[in-house]
């Protein structure tokens, strides 16, 4: 006989462990399929805008994160080759109440939402294979773990099982894509005591822009974005050493500190690319996270697009979706999210990262135009940070990357 579970969750990350957290705190009953036993640093995103954080707090699950060590930002200070003062992002004045960024270890973070998950009442199983889905009005679930397979059945599957989604691919869900503009490498490091960790850093010398997102106690996670040529650049036994001598951002301070800083994880890079669907539901099935569909990097949306998919995904549960229909207004909101989202960080690669021979033109361009001389580009990056609902449609101009490129 298969047991019953209203609600599936496939994937125990940020999003399904939130979501099953939010949805069994509401008495519905949930159970969590996560193939990982132990989840290991795979360089996945750990800084949260404003508007991300505003979504984990309706969720409730913001003060899961902050028990567990969360580190919030309330500047950015930006740095430029051949600029004396850029200014700061002041992040906690981007949304009211709101106080900053938030930044967590990745697999801190899902193993502490997970535990809220079951201390809420979720089941969740561990090192879990084989998913198998069988779509439509009563959808089920088989899957084998501990060399035993199971069937599940229930009222509805979420996937939320990241990129390579074996839930979308099952249900006949297709993702459109975006070729990507440029490459992020990420690497956590340790060692940062001195350097000041009551802002974070975005910084753009030569050819690399650099980030930093500070997570208390001396550590942080380091981006650095190139052009297409920068596939490869930190691959293969030497990755780490090559990531770390590219840090050596002359425009930041702390830039010797940071190059001489003690790899605490693995060195990784990813496309830039993009990649979305305007109905992430099927009867029986809706995804979240990056299962929908996933942004470039570059911007750092990734986490504030899964709280919010969460939020959303909840109340339409809660008040009684199961079948695609009642779904549609997920996939409509999510579709001109992600439309906003995608030209930001088009915006922001071609002018930061882009391989080009006028990237210094390009960056200060968009720093004058951030101060003001194009209130369309400034309300493109407040809308990273307050949200993609903040920018109004006349700003999705593609002459603003005509204009970059040509600086």
Request: glycine share 12%; charged share 20%; hydrophobic share 45%.
């Amino acid at each position: 006989m298969a047991d019953v579970s209203d609600v599936v969750v496939v994937g125990g990350g940020i999003g399904g462990a939130s979501l099953a957290f939010a949805l069994a705190r509401a008495g519905v009953g949930v159970t969590v399929l996560e193939a990982s036993t132990v989840f290991a640093d795979r360089v996945r995103g750990e800084s949260m805008q404003a508007w991300g954080l505003k979504e984990a707090r309706a969720v409730g699950v913001e003060q899961v994160l902050l028990d567990a060590g969360a580190h919030i930002t309330s500047v950015w200070k930006q740095y430029r080759e051949g600029a004396h003062d850029v200014g700061d992002i002041p992040m906690s004045m981007m949304i009211p109440d709101i106080p900053g960024s938030l930044n967590l270890r990745h697999p801190d973070a899902c193993a502490a939402l997970l535990d809220a998950a079951v201390d809420a009442g979720a089941t969740v199983v561990r090192g879990v294979r084989d998913v198998v889905l069988a779509v439509g009005s009563s959808p089920a679930v088989t899957y084998v773990a501990n060399g035993k397979a199971t069937e599940l059945r229930s009222t509805l599957v979420v996937g939320a099982d990241g990129r390579g989604s074996t839930v979308r691919k099952q249900a006949g869900i297709t993702l459109d894509r975006q070729e990507p503009i440029s490459y992020i490498a990420g690497l956590l490091v340790d060692g940062l005591d001195g350097v000041p960790d009551d802002h974070d850093v975005v910084a753009a010398e030569g050819d690399v822009f650099f980030l930093m997102f500070h997570q208390g106690g001396g550590r942080a996670r380091l981006y650095l974005c190139t052009g297409l040529s920068g596939q490869h650049r930190f691959s293969g036994r030497n990755g780490t050493e090559q990531f770390l001598a590219a840090c050596n951002v002359s425009c930041y301070p702390w830039s010797e500190q940071v190059m001489t800083a003690t790899p605490a994880g693995p060195c990784a890079t990813y496309a830039g690319d993009d990649t979305w669907t305007d109905a992430p539901f099927a009867d029986g099935v809706v995804l979240i996270g990056d299962a929908a569909g996933h942004n470039d990097p570059v911007i750092g949306q990734g986490l504030s697009i899964a709280m919010r998919d969460v939020r959303i995904v909840r109340d339409l549960i809660l008040d009684g979706a199961r079948q695609s229909a009642a779904f549609a207004p997920y996939g409509e909101e999510r579709a001109s999210r992600m439309e906003r989202v995608r030209f930001i960080a088009d915006v922001l690669a071609v002018a930061q990262a882009e391989d080009a021979d006028n990237r210094l033109a390009r960056r200060t361009m968009l720093a004058e135009n951030m101060a003001g001389t194009d209130p369309d580009v400034l309300a493109l990056m407040l809308g990273a940070f307050a949200g993609p609902e903040t920018i109004p449609r006349e700003a999705l101009d593609p002459g603003i990357l005509e204009r970059l490129r040509s600086a």
